[in-house]
């Protein structure tokens, strides 16, 4: 049997002001075509299909015409909810799903209620164990929320997780391919540092013993670095789909492609997809600032410039988008020395005087005044917001 293992899509995805789904429907139209050439029985989406709960209408039409492109192909999926998805509203539409052949889970379930979803592909049959995303509030009972403390809760969600997870095998059979899959955060994997961080730390980062042994294969979500969570584990990552933010730059991105057979270890291989607009991050000092830019004048995605620097320079992003246009983010660095921290000091608003607490700000932060041409370039900017304000 051969599946393919995708996660993490984030379709609807803005980043700096500019929508990436475009570059998402790209990605997933290389997934298309590799389904059908590579003559896949199935697809499984480990969450975080959308990148926010309410997707923009442009946003669902792409994850539904890749869904109906998938049944015309006779390959069926199922889904899951991630932390960023609407689990209510994923749950809403998954009987109109199922027209598409998408079996979409959107709460966590028990496998009596319908946590266990089998296919009967053209391999043979496929068991699939499926945990979407669970919140605390949605395990955890009011009481327990309430009354007990940070630590209790922790533990208490998750057990919850470790036995809904061991509730999901109980319809493992030696004659099916026993799939396990979830959006969660297992202890030891790498981040990518565009997560939601609140959802990777403290009660919801799980450890690895939480994940049964009895699944040939763990298909795990949420975590936007492709890696496999240890070398004893058949659980993976299979990571976002397009490099989301600077942390991802220059990572390859792609999918999971599974091959197994009931009763024996699943064989796995990485297949890459290309960027149509990939992040690159170039680090440059003030002296070969414009020789940089000029190497990368064309290149076909976006740019975070770094730029080590003794003082600030006036216009420096003028400068870095005039040779490059795709410069999303350009940040000046200076050095360690300027940048120790100083005592916070109380004072009257009334009293507040902006130009003091600029040159104060220059000082602590450079240990040098402003230049008057920098000072009046100051004055004019909050004269002007202060027009604005009122």
């Known amino acids: 049997m051969r599946l393919i293992h995708t996660a993490d899509w984030h379709l609807g995805r803005r980043f700096r002001g500019i929508d990436r789904t475009p570059e998402i429907a790209i990605a997933l139209e290389q997934i298309l075509q590799q389904a059908k050439a590579l003559d896949v029985d199935a697809v499984l989406v480990a969450g975080d299909i959308f990148d926010v709960p309410n997707p923009t209408a442009y946003a669902e039409r792409i994850a539904y015409q890749f869904f109906c492109n998938l049944q015309a192909a006779g390959i069926p999926a199922i889904a899951i909810a991630g932390n960023h998805d609407s689990a209510s509203r994923i749950d809403s539409i998954a009987q109109l799903l199922s027209l598409a052949g998408v079996r979409a889970l959107g709460k966590p379930r028990q ?57 999901l095998t109980n319809e493992f059979r030696d004659n099916t391919v026993n799939i396990l899959m979830g959006h969660m955060s297992i202890d030891g994997a790498r981040l990518a540092k565009s997560e ?143 940048l120790e921290t100083t005592e916070v000091i109380e004072r009257d608003r009334a009293n507040f005087d902006p130009e003091q607490e600029f040159c104060n700000y220059y000082q602590h932060r450079l240990g040098t005044t402003p230049q008057p041409t920098v000072l009046e370039e100051f004055k004019s900017l909050y004269k002007k917001l202060k027009e604005t304000v009122n």
């Open 196 to 338: 939601a961080s609140y959802y990777t730390r403290d009660k919801y980062l799980l450890s690895s013993q939480t994940l049964p042994p009895e699944a040939q294969y763990i298909a795990l979500g949420h975590i936007h670095i492709h890696q496999r969570v240890s070398k004893v584990s058949p659980a993976y990552y299979s990571g976002s789909l397009i490099q989301l933010d600077f942390g991802e730059a220059e990572q390859e991105k792609g999918f999971c492609l599974i091959e197994v057979e009931p009763g024996s270890p699943a064989k796995v291989e990485f297949k890459t997809v290309s960027c149509h607009k990939p992040l690159k991050v170039l680090k440059c000092n003030s002296d070969n600032l414009d020789k940089n830019l000029e190497a990368h004048q064309y290149h076909p995605g976006f740019l975070k410039v770094i730029v080590d620097l003794d003082s600030p320079q006036i216009g420096l992003a003028d400068r870095v988008r005039q040779i490059c246009s795709q410069a999303l983010l350009i940040e000046p660095r200076y050095p360690d020395a300027a």
């Open 111 to 167: 496998s009596a209620d319908g946590g266990t979803i089998h296919l009967n592909t053209k391999s043979g049959k496929l068991c699939v164990g499926a945990m979407p995303f669970a919140s605390e509030q949605r395990l955890l009972d009011a009481n327990s929320l309430w009354q007990s403390d940070a630590g209790d809760r922790r533990q208490d969600y998750r057990q919850i997780v470790a036995d809904l997870l061991q509730n």
